[in-house]
Structures are given as C-alpha cells and as structure tokens.
C-alpha cells in the first residue's frame, strides 16, 4: 500500500508539474550540456536548483538519502560509446544520474531506470552501478547547483557537481585507440587516404613515426593544403623521431611559406618546432 500511494504522489507529481510548465517557468532551470568524449559524445540533463539562503545538504538534502542530482525530473547521463566510471564498465545507453550525500562521502549512483520524476520511484533493485567518491568542501558558496565536465582530453574527462558548500568528482575515461587504428588501417585502402588525421593522431598517441614520416611526405603532395601545412607536421615528426637537423631545415621552409602568404599562425608554430630543435 505505501509503495502504491509513493508511486500515485509521483504521477500527481509530474501531472501538477507539467500544466504548470506549460504557463510558468520552472523555479530550478533544465539544461542540457552535451560534451564530445572520445569518438561519441555525452548528454547529461538536468534541472539546477538555487540555494536561496538554505540549509542544503545535512538540510533540506537529509545526508544519507538518495537524491536526484537536480531538481524536478532526475538527472539523466546518456553515453554514446561504453566508458569507464571511475575504473568501472559502463555501456553506452542512457542511466538515471543519483547520488547519497554525506560529510565525507558521496555514493554515485547511476540506475538502468533513466526517465523518472525526483527519486520518489527510485529503487536499488535498479541500479547498475554504485561507487563512492570523497566531498568536496567548497570555501565559496555555490548558488546554483552545477554540473560540469573538466580537464577533457580525447579520452579521459571529469564530471564535478558543486552546490552550496559541498561537491565531488567523478573520473570518466574511454578507450578509443583500437577502433582508430582500425579506421586509419581501413581508410588508408581508399582512395581518399586521411594522411593529415592519421599523422596527428601518430603523433599525439606516439605510433610509429617511420609510418608517420612517410605520410607527412604525402602530404606534401596534396596541393589542397598551404605547403606550410604538411611542413610544420613533418618537422614536428622529424624532432619526435630525434632528427633535429631536418626537424630545423623542414620548418624554415614552413615558416617561409608561411610568411609568403601571411599566415601569423604558421609562422609562430613551425618557429615553435625550431625553437624546440635548437634546445
């Protein structure tokens, strides 16, 4: 009986919520950020409750309960390729985002019941994983609860909450080399061979710079690129390859190319590479 009647207050809940959106805005703003992440991206959306002179967590969060990471409808995280949560496999697909705050501790919980109003429906029978990260505690009050990605790279990122004075962060990664390697592999047999990607992507994740030299010499080739173009990725290779001498005499060229039609930027990155070779 007490689940039935848990579960009528959500759908009054959501009915009350709904009519009242379609004439007023909602008290805690929805936002959705999407954020590039290895080969694929990630959606999270999410409402953003204000402090207003609350007492949040240890307050009107209760330490201990779980919460919707939000306001209004939970939080929802949708991974378009699988990745790691704190070292632990994650699909892709789309998860309900939860959380149990306490003083030195937060439980993050990601559910396979992703679409439902606050935590009122939420059972543990549907998580998929749990994991616990350390509080935060923030000098500086947060206002407006806030959740964002940092230090993104290709395959690692960061997902930080702050509200109040307490937040935590969560360490995402994806492994994406395999099924790069096999693009490259693969595209490399067309007609259209990708030199220039293949050379930085070479050159970014340390692959074989013989293999990656020759490409650069390719490139050359390809009159749709300024000469200063091909030459500054050449020499770059040739400095990771220890060649210091033709890493110097590549990016003169470059930087001469460069200057011929008045590219600022080339002139500063192929005079990077001498620079970096004179050492």
Not at 157 to 179: N, P, R, V, Y
Not at 201 to 221: C, S
């Amino acid at each position: 009986m007490k689940k039935l009647y848990v579960c009528i207050c959500a759908i009054l809940l959501i009915i009350t919520a709904k009519s009242y959106s379609q004439i007023t805005p909602q008290p805690s703003s929805a936002t959705t950020i999407v954020q590039g992440f290895g080969l694929g991206k990630i959606n999270l959306t999410y409402s953003r409750p204000n402090v207003k002179g609350r007492k949040i967590f240890g307050g009107m969060e209760p330490y201990g309960a779980v919460w919707r990471t939000g306001a209004n409808s939970a939080t929802i995280i949708k991974f378009t390729d699988d990745v790691t949560i704190e070292g632990q496999k994650v699909p892709a697909g789309e998860y309900g985002f939860f959380s149990i705050p306490d003083e030195k501790e937060w439980t993050i919980i990601f559910i396979k019941q992703a679409k439902q109003w606050g935590a009122y429906a939420y059972k543990e029978a549907d998580d998929f994983l749990r994991l616990k990260v350390k509080t935060e505690h923030l000098s500086a009050l947060t206002e407006t609860m806030t959740l964002t990605f940092n230090n993104v790279t290709p395959t690692a990122c960061d997902l930080q909450m702050k509200w109040e004075h307490s937040g935590f962060t969560i360490h995402l990664a994806t492994d994406i080399d395999a099924k790069v390697m096999a693009r490259i592999d693969s595209a490399m047999n067309t007609d259209k061979k990708p030199y220039y990607e293949a050379i930085i992507y070479y050159y970014n994740n340390n692959k074989d710079m013989n293999k990656a030299l020759a490409w650069a010499n390719e490139l050359e080739k390809n009159k749709a690129f300024s000469p200063y173009v091909p030459k500054l990725w050449k020499a770059r290779v040739l400095l990771k390859k220890g060649d210091k001498a033709a890493a110097i005499a590549t990016a003169q060229e470059g930087v001469k190319a460069a200057t011929e039609d008045k590219s600022d930027e080339y002139i500063r990155l192929n005079t990077e590479v001498i620079e970096q070779a004179k050492k």
